[in-house]
């Protein structure tokens, strides 16, 4: 039985601007989250630069800052960890992309970056591509794997290859797909260059002709006839979270990307059914799976997703309905345990303001409850209000030492 | 047309210390400023070091640091920048210092460091001593060019230099012109040290000599006879700022170093007339300048100089009406544009207090107005209100990051 529970819960994109709609307000400001206000009465607020002021995060070197870890030395790039999370093994040496499905014409014209989406054949048509070989490289073992959607990853796995490579995926449509290049001048770089386009070439070749993309033209679908890749990455040399602290940590996330970086660090990761990164994830099931894990963990990291889907996609209420079901898996979670034993952060990865549809560089709202702490004068949970926070301005990376040393789990720095 | 205008105005050495004759106020929280106030009130406020905590600011570094540059890596000594300033071209190996015309004895002892100020024939004895060869080293090119009053910069221009040699000027008078030394013990410091002390033997010699130095003397005026230097500097490498942010910027200053800095970075620099840089300069002029560039550019940078030659000078009043007509300037600028259009950041480049009549470390104010920003409860622009800014305590490097954040010009870190 674990004595103190320490949490750090992470509202994706939770921070917001003023919306006019909202009477100048944001919706968090406008949301009814009676837990959080009564956190922020008895602990202690502020504002928190999750990456450094002024720059809008990224969601993976976001929650590597925030899980204490400078995200300047231990961000390497998506793909690794989209890898991890999506329960791919990986090695030092290997270089993972993020990958879509799409569908191309025969000049390799892009149609559909998203080959429509949902690719009910992703399995099979996975399968189809991976192991394969590239004759540049026959040595180098070719590892491809299927994520939501059309969604998947990409690990090219051997000696010799680079992270620094350019992308195959355009990011737009009716364009002709890029053959990657190298971004340093070495030979590792261009080797990586050429198996990824190689690689390319051949899913281009199998999945065309497929006979699971002739049933989908078949049916009125687009064919997923090609793999578009993104993000090359490697995975990070890292001080195991466990060896660091000295704690047994685990996460309760939806998202594969956020399950990587857990795993990255050290962190085990748990299941949720029905936690689906998604609006409609199960807060009240994750919540029950936080309680539970706090009698075998030390450190319970939650990163719920839905407020950031509400933001990219302009969805006002939902945005703010996401945040008060947030705030009763909080209570859920605050009620069941011993509020002498809990040591809780609540904040966000970045702020996605709903003007704008996606991250930016405004620092988010933080909350720090432990019993021990003395509280400021702020009296609700807010962007607004944390400005008057007794935490002042932060660092991603300062959350967590603070947890830690109010738990009293932080190493005296000498004598 | 460019849409965002983001604005950076710097009230150089603004920020003072509570005065006794003032009620113990400072200048800015006597000083009337409508304009000033009203953003406060709409946007947020803080309170910043400019270089570091307690570190008083030189001017160059400032101004480097509040355009968003590292000052410990981009500040390579004050010469180069001078030099820019006065419209000289900087080459990657020159090594450039501040010179002053100044009067010197037969044993050369400094009776006057400035020469009387005013030198109504420094073109003609510039152009005296002009591409001189010296004997050490004649294949390096020496560059004089005057600035105002008794003012001007050298340029060192050839292979093998060093900036690490130390003044010439000795900074004070009735005591004897210092030699300069090498600061490190390599061949390049030693070799410009020479040409360094070669150069102002001959200058001497050949000023004492020239006839507009006895026209000077049969008037009853000091002989502008020696050319003293130091801060020497190199032109640092630095990554341009629209290379940088991919935005178009302008600088509009009266002070030639400011003009420098500006150019060093790759802002193009606007010649307003009537911007002299002094407590006289027509600040209405600029204003109308910054409007108008806001057509063709997004960011522009306005340096105000007047507050602080107030404070070197000991005049509260003309500090205060000179802070005065800054917000005279600042209302000018914000009712022509389009409020919902404009990024605006207002602070000063250090404190000056009158009190010491020099730079200080205290943190200086500052206030940013953004149209979607989330304001705090600082209802006026002042030293004492800024503590109580939503900002809270930022570096001079942090501020260009969060106007660029808020006009939605910040690269995402990451994915």
Known sequence: MVEKKILLIVVDGMGDRPIPQLNHKTPLE????????ELA??????????????????????NIALLGYDPYKCYTGRGAFEALGLGLEVMPNDVAFRANFATVDDNLIVLDRRAGRYIA????????????????????????????EHRGVLILRGSGLSKDVSDTDPERENIR????????D?????????????????????????????????????????ILCRGAGTLPTIEKFNERYG??????AGVPLIKGVAKAIGLDVLNVEGATGGLDSNLIAKAKA?????????????????????????????????????????EIIFNELNEYEVYMAITADHCSPISIRDHS???????????????????????????????????????????????????????
Chains 1, 2 share one sequence.
Do not use: W
Not at 30 to 37: E, L, S, T
Not at 139 to 147: A, D, L, Q
Not at 247 to 252: M, P
Not at 291 to 310: L, S
């Open 290 to 330: 936080a309680i539970k894990a706090t009698k075998d963990y030390d450190f319970i990291f939650i990163h719920v997703k839905g407020a950031d889907t509400a933001s990219h996609d302009g969805l006002i209420e939902e945005k703010i309905k996401f945040i008060e079901r947030v705030d009763k898996m909080i």
């Open 30 to 37: 406008v949301a009814n989250k009676p837990m959080m206000d």
């Open 121 to 148: 054949e992703a399995d099979i048509l996975a399968e189809a591509i991976n192991d394969i070989k590239v004759e540049h490289a026959p040595e180098v073992k070719i590892i491809f794997k299927r994520g939501i």
């Open 247 to 252: 704690l047994k940590g685990i996460c309760i």
């Open 41 to 62: 009465k008895r602990g202690i607020t502020g504002i928190v630069d999750v990456i450094g002021v002024g720059i809008p995060p990224g969601s993976a070197p976001a």
């Open 361 to 415: 560089g405004d620092p988010v709202p933080l909350l720090i409850y432990a019993p021990n702490i003395i509280p400021d004068d702020v009296k609700s949970f807010s962007e607004r209000e944390c400005l008057k926070g007794g935490l002042s301005r932060l660092k991603g990376l300062d959350i967590l030492p603070i947890l830690l040393n109010y738990a009293y789990k932080m190493k005296k720095f000498g004598e």
């Open 186 to 226: 070495t030979l590792e770089a261009k080797k990586t260059a050429r198996i990824l386009n190689e690689f390319t070439l051949k899913s281009f070749h199998i999945l065309s002709n497929h006979k699971a993309n002739f049933s989908r033209i078949s049916r009125g679908e687009k064919p997923a006839n090609i």
């Open 177 to 184: 797909i890029q053959f990657s290049k190298p971004l340093v």
